[in-house]
């Protein structure tokens, strides 16, 4: 067996809504073996893995995989399973999973579900791995090794609890968000309405006010001077200062770093001297500033508050060990934290009691050592505070707190100008009001971990993940920029171009990434083909976007997903046959499946925008949430005429050429189509659809009739608004049409379109692309031959695994068979010099049909063949 390709889909895809991993693998000799014809294979596979008897599979109920291992399946769709169930086993909440055979012999695309990608594709490495054990008839196969190292991928590249809280809050409210780089940082929202969370420090955090709570005294003296009372301590900076300072202060006393963090380095209830002593021997020798101050006898509490509103409260216990009478303090450590609610940092709900400098230097105190052995029954605290960071419990008492306290704490932090906030409260009775001699804040915190209030080890949990998403965000539309995204088989970049040309106006930046490149507003940040969802994210990224126009390829969504989970506008232009046979898309259904996703992902107050005019589209309908919008360029429509009866949006061209909106209640006779320059005096009735569905879309965004009007007027078919797409020019007598046209469907488009055009004859310079199969190959040879006075034949750069001439052959072969002779089928490979040979024995009268792959080419030969160009409907 062998890995041939890996695919990470991180939006909705083909297969799932949910992020999953892609697989083609190749299973070879095993094609011919399934699971019931290898002795013992279901049976010791149950057994190291026994929770796959719990899969269901196609049968629907539990047990109904290990009955089809029984009854004999194939390594492709097991492997998928164990994948799934080492994930599971590690902890890690998976579930879904499919797998589809090639249309090679031994070749499986399986999927299935991943939370974080390292312990995802690790998963089905080990289950080929464990297979291969099997069939090798191996002893003491480590699955359980595989399992921890899965885990262990995991938690060590998973967001932290704090960030995945509000991760999974911003996914629950269908607010975007996306992970920033391998840390904490989390970016929620698109485009000019993002906003960013670091831990629990937004974006609306104050930079002050963060600088302000890590110096701890400066702190204490910016509250204490509104009269919330905080211990009396001073800063000290050497050893005579401590005990001065002591003496001063009078006992019990804590020390702590003046710029600590996460309770590291702080010891409490020092009683006297001899404590004081031992513990000023045992401090960090890299901390040079402490902060000594008085203790305040009573229980450690943590609220939380997000946008001046007390979201939580928890009761903090430091860590502790229970003697046995046989162990050290080392050992009871280190097995207490082997229970699975611990973990190394913040990865699980409790951190694990931390062996360090600071552990030896509290148990200093009461002349003991990691080393030592306490009787049995002896509880013994390991650290000098409650922080879950070292340790520490957590209680929820958050329905306790008085409402004084609760103010106190608002206040406190409104002092500091921190939007969100950890008070670090010491007080008897948190029930109780305020009183100033009996309680203190000996903290203010940034960036405050929430881990205690989402997994407290008692009480109730508390959503303050939700909590910080609600302050960000009222809902999705405060966070999110509206998203069109046109998918179809032709006429994305069109209607792309024309959507971004309709809501375009002063003071709007309309994002757009199509096969022309990535925009913002009118400045082209790159060129090329920019269609998938790497340059959708970089729309959806940039701070200065107001609207996304995203041309959807389905390359895009087979290699990645999308780049979106949801959308405000879909629209699906036509299904054609094109690229078949390539990425586990083998038939026109599955095709038609895929273009689908569009509109099963348009959210439910958005706008789904079916052409009508296809079959296959048109019944697309049912999968949508949103709306339904059809267009059509047939009046008389079944869709059309039953939109319109039950007072349904519609766009459609009616008998008399003029472009017709019926907004559900009335017919508006919008615009004569001869007077939109893009549909050529109403003769390219592919642009016609174009731009009924542009229109839908823009209007569906608040644009006016009327100003819609306005822009379908002044969109020009030239290489500045429509760079490729049906740009026409009349050059010394010639008819000169570029178009990008590279499938049967765009072919016959374009060939419809000119059959009333004045013209001597018909040159036509054409490629093939070379990971079309050769029946679609001699298709587009055909419909060019039959419609075609002259035939050049030019080849691509990228052959896409063709030999060199293997294409143009097959396209000249079928011209000749479509009774063209030599002389009117030329193979000129080059296509800059293709284009150089139409034009030379072009005479005037002629129309010289130019179907580029790269502009650069049109553009050089353009402006070295022709002296100037112009214009002409």
Same mark, same amino acid.
């Given at each position: 067996?062998?890995?041939?390709?890996?695919?990470? %889909?991180?939006?909705?895809?083909?297969?799932?809504?949910?992020?999953?991993?892609?697989?083609? =693998?190749?299973?070879?000799?095993?094609?011919?073996?399934?699971?019931?014809?290898?002795?013992?294979?279901?049976?010791?596979?149950?057994?190291?893995?026994?929770?796959?008897?719990?899969?269901?599979?196609?049968?629907?109920?539990?047990?109904?995989? @290990?009955?089809? #291992?029984?009854?004999?399946?194939?390594? &492709?769709?097991?492997?998928?399973?164990?994948?799934?169930?080492?994930?599971?086993?590690?902890?890690?909440?998976?579930?879904?999973?499919?797998?589809?055979?090639?249309?090679?012999?031994?070749?499986?695309?399986?999927?299935?579900?991943?939370?974080?990608?390292?312990?995802?594709?690790?998963?089905?490495?080990?289950?080929? $791995?464990?297979?291969?054990?099997?069939?090798?008839?191996?002893?003491?196969?480590?699955?359980?090794?595989?399992?921890?190292?899965?885990?262990?991928?995991?938690?060590?590249?998973?967001? &932290? +609890?704090?960030?995945?809280?509000?991760?999974?809050?911003?996914?629950?409210?269908?607010? +975007?968000?996306?992970?920033?780089?391998?840390?904490?940082?989390?970016?929620?929202?698109?485009?000019?309405?993002?906003?960013?969370? *670091?831990?629990?420090?937004?974006?609306?955090?104050?930079?002050?006010?963060?600088?302000?709570?890590?110096?701890?005294?400066?702190?204490?003296?910016?509250?204490?001077?509104?009269?919330?009372?905080?211990?009396?301590?001073?800063?000290?900076?050497?050893?005579?200062?401590?005990?001065?300072?002591?003496?001063?202060?009078?006992?019990?006393?804590?020390?702590?770093?003046?710029?600590?963090?996460?309770?590291?380095?702080?010891?409490?209830?020092?009683?006297?001297?001899?404590?004081? /002593?031992?513990?000023?021997?045992?401090?960090?020798?890299?901390?040079?500033?402490?902060? %000594?101050?008085?203790?305040?006898?009573?229980?450690?509490?943590?609220?939380?508050?997000?946008?001046?509103?007390?979201?939580?409260?928890?009761?903090?216990?430091?860590?502790?060990?229970?003697?046995?009478?046989?162990?050290?303090?080392?050992?009871?450590?280190?097995?207490?934290?082997?229970?699975?609610?611990?973990?190394?940092?913040?990865?699980?709900?409790?951190?694990?009691?931390?062996?360090?400098?600071?552990?030896? =230097?509290?148990?200093?105190?009461?002349? %003991?050592?990691?080393?030592?052995?306490?009787?049995?029954?002896?509880?013994?605290?390991?650290?000098?505070?409650?922080?879950?960071?070292?340790?520490?419990?957590?209680?929820?008492?958050?329905?306790?707190?008085?409402?004084?306290?609760?103010?106190?704490?608002?206040?406190?932090?409104?002092?500091?100008?921190?939007?969100?906030?950890?008070?670090? %409260?010491?007080?008897?009775?948190?029930?109780?009001?305020?009183?100033?001699?009996?309680?203190?804040?000996?903290?203010?915190?940034?960036?405050?971990?929430?881990?205690?209030?989402?997994?407290?080890?008692?009480?109730?949990?508390?959503?303050?993940?939700?909590?910080?998403?609600?302050?960000?965000?009222?809902?999705?539309?405060?966070?999110?920029?509206?998203?069109?995204?046109?998918?179809?088989?032709?006429?994305?970049?069109?209607?792309?171009? #024309?959507?971004?040309?309709?809501?375009?106006?002063?003071?709007?930046?309309?994002?757009?990434?199509?096969?022309?490149?990535?925009?913002?507003?009118?400045?082209?940040?790159?060129?090329?083909?920019?269609?998938?969802?790497?340059?959708?994210?970089?729309?959806?990224?940039? +701070?200065?976007?107001?609207?996304?126009?995203?041309?959807?390829?389905?390359?895009?969504?087979?290699?990645?997903?999308?780049? /979106?989970?949801?959308?405000?506008?879909?629209?699906?232009?036509?299904?054609?046959?094109?690229?078949?046979?390539?990425?586990?898309?083998?038939?026109?259904?599955?095709?038609?499946?895929?273009?689908?996703?569009?509109?099963?992902?348009?959210?439910?107050?958005?706008?789904?925008?079916?052409? @009508?005019?296809? $079959?296959?589209?048109?019944?697309?309908? +049912?999968?949508?949430?949103?709306?339904?919008?059809?267009?059509?360029?047939?009046?008389?429509?079944?869709?059309?005429?039953? @939109?319109?009866?039950?007072?349904?949006?519609?766009?459609?061209?009616?008998?008399?050429?003029?472009?017709?909106?019926?907004?559900?209640?009335?017919?508006?006779?919008?615009?004569?189509?001869?007077?939109?320059?893009?549909?050529?005096?109403?003769?390219?009735?592919?642009?016609?659809?174009?731009?009924?569905?542009?229109?839908?879309? @823009?209007?569906?965004?608040?644009?006016?009739?009327?100003?819609?009007?306005?822009?379908?007027?002044?969109?020009?078919?030239?290489?500045?608004?429509?760079?490729?797409?049906?740009?026409?020019?009349?050059?010394?007598?010639?008819?000169?049409?570029?178009?990008?046209?590279?499938?049967?469907?765009?072919?016959?488009?374009?060939?419809?379109?000119?059959?009333?055009?004045?013209?001597?004859?018909?040159?036509?310079?054409?490629?093939?692309?070379?990971?079309?199969?050769?029946?679609?190959?001699?298709?587009?040879?055909?419909?060019?031959?039959?419609?075609?006075?002259? /035939?050049?034949?030019?080849?691509?750069?990228?052959?896409?695994?063709?030999?060199?001439?293997?294409?143009?052959?097959?396209?000249?072969?079928?011209?000749?068979? =479509?009774?063209?002779?030599?002389?009117?089928?030329?193979?000129?490979?080059?296509?800059?010099?293709?284009?150089?040979?139409?034009?030379?024995?072009?005479?005037? &009268?002629?129309?010289?049909?130019?179907?580029?792959?790269?502009?650069?080419?049109?553009?050089?030969?353009?402006?070295?063949?022709?002296? *100037?160009?112009?214009?002409?409907?």
């Amino acid at each position: 067996m062998k890995i041939n390709c890996v695919k990470y %889909l991180k939006g909705p895809n083909y297969f799932t809504y949910s992020p999953s991993i892609f697989i083609e =693998c190749d299973i070879e000799e095993l094609e011919y073996r399934p699971s019931d014809s290898i002795p013992g294979f279901t049976e010791t596979l149950l057994k190291l893995l026994p929770g796959l008897k719990k899969h269901t599979c196609s049968p629907g109920y539990e047990g109904g995989f @290990a009955e089809r #291992l029984a009854k004999g399946t194939w390594m &492709g769709h097991i492997l998928e399973h164990m994948a799934i169930e080492i994930q599971v086993s590690a902890g890690i909440d998976v579930k879904r999973g499919k797998t589809l055979t090639g249309d090679q012999p031994g070749i499986y695309y399986i999927t299935y579900s991943y939370k974080e990608e390292k312990s995802g594709l690790f998963a089905f490495e080990a289950a080929v $791995e464990i297979i291969k054990s099997i069939l090798a008839n191996e002893k003491n196969i480590p699955v359980n090794g595989y399992i921890e190292k899965t885990a262990a991928l995991f938690y060590k590249n998973k967001l &932290g +609890p704090s960030t995945e809280a509000i991760y999974e809050a911003a996914l629950a409210a269908k607010i +975007p968000v996306q992970r920033v780089g391998t840390e904490s940082m989390l970016r929620l929202g698109t485009g000019s309405k993002q906003k960013f969370m *670091q831990a629990t420090i937004s974006s609306q955090t104050s930079n002050i006010a963060v600088e302000t709570s890590c110096n701890k005294q400066l702190t204490k003296e910016t509250i204490k001077a509104c009269g919330i009372p905080v211990p009396h301590g001073e800063v000290v900076a050497s050893m005579s200062e401590i005990f001065h300072t002591a003496d001063r202060l009078g006992f019990p006393l804590v020390i702590k770093p003046l710029n600590g963090r996460q309770g590291q380095g702080v010891i409490t209830n020092i009683k006297n001297k001899d404590e004081l /002593f031992n513990v000023v021997n045992c401090l960090d020798k890299h901390e040079d500033t402490y902060i %000594l101050e008085r203790y305040f006898e009573g229980n450690d509490y943590r609220l939380l508050v997000v946008d001046d509103k007390l979201a939580a409260a928890s009761m903090r216990t430091a860590p502790f060990i229970i003697g046995n009478g046989k162990d050290s303090i080392r050992n009871l450590i280190e097995e207490e934290n082997l229970n699975p609610l611990r973990g190394d940092g913040h990865e699980k709900p409790m951190s694990k009691i931390p062996l360090n400098h600071s552990v030896s =230097c509290y148990l200093e105190k009461f002349d %003991l050592t990691v080393e030592s052995i306490p009787e049995k029954g002896k509880i013994i605290a390991v650290a000098g505070n409650a922080n879950l960071s070292t340790g520490g419990r957590a209680s929820d008492v958050t329905e306790q707190v008085h409402p004084s306290i609760a103010k106190m704490a608002i206040s406190a932090a409104k002092a500091i100008g921190l939007d969100i906030a950890g008070i670090d %409260l010491i007080c008897k009775d948190i029930s109780k009001p305020v009183n100033i001699n009996e309680m203190a804040i000996i903290e203010i915190n940034a960036a405050p971990g929430i881990r205690m209030h989402l997994y407290p080890s008692e009480g109730k949990m508390r959503d303050v993940g939700k909590t910080i998403v609600d302050y960000l965000f009222s809902d999705r539309r405060e966070a999110a920029i509206p998203i069109i995204s046109i998918t179809g088989t032709n006429g994305k970049t069109t209607t792309a171009r #024309l959507v971004h040309h309709f809501l375009s106006k002063e003071g709007i930046a309309v994002g757009m990434a199509n096969s022309d490149g990535v925009f913002i507003g009118q400045q082209c940040l790159h060129q090329g083909d920019c269609s998938g969802p790497i340059s959708a994210r970089q729309v959806l990224n940039h +701070p200065m976007a107001d609207f996304a126009v995203l041309e959807t390829a389905r390359g895009g969504i087979l290699r990645e997903g999308l780049a /979106f989970r949801d959308c405000e506008v879909g629209i699906v232009t036509n299904v054609a046959e094109d690229h078949l046979g390539s990425d586990a898309i083998d038939t026109f259904e599955q095709l038609v499946k895929l273009k689908r996703l569009i509109p099963e992902v348009v959210h439910e107050e958005g706008y789904c925008i079916l052409n @009508a005019d296809d $079959e296959q589209v048109a019944t697309m309908a +049912p999968y949508s949430k949103g709306e339904v919008i059809y267009t059509s360029i047939q009046e008389h429509s079944r869709y059309i005429q039953n @939109a319109i009866k039950n007072g349904k949006k519609a766009w459609f061209l009616n008998h008399d050429s003029w472009v017709v909106y019926h907004d559900g209640n009335e017919l508006n006779m919008f615009l004569d189509c001869r007077d939109i320059p893009i549909t050529i005096n109403g003769s390219a009735k592919h642009n016609i659809s174009n731009v009924l569905q542009a229109l839908a879309a @823009a209007h569906s965004q608040g644009i006016s009739l009327e100003e819609l009007r306005k822009k379908a007027k002044s969109f020009i078919p030239d290489s500045v608004l429509s760079k490729g797409r049906f740009n026409y020019q009349e050059i010394r007598g010639r008819k000169v049409l570029v178009d990008y046209a590279h499938n049967t469907a765009g072919l016959k488009a374009i060939f419809d379109t000119i059959a009333v055009f004045d013209k001597k004859r018909v040159i036509s310079v054409i490629a093939g692309p070379g990971d079309r199969k050769d029946e679609d190959l001699k298709k587009m040879a055909k419909i060019t031959a039959d419609h075609s006075d002259i /035939f050049i034949i030019k080849e691509d750069d990228d052959l896409r695994g063709r030999k060199p001439f293997e294409v143009a052959s097959i396209l000249k072969e079928t011209a000749l068979e =479509c009774s063209m002779d030599e002389n009117q089928t030329l193979i000129v490979p080059k296509e800059l010099e293709a284009f150089k040979k139409a034009w030379e024995i072009s005479v005037p &009268g002629d129309l010289l049909l130019l179907f580029y792959t790269d502009f650069a080419y049109v553009k050089e030969f353009l402006q070295g063949t022709m002296k *100037q160009s112009s214009y002409k409907r």
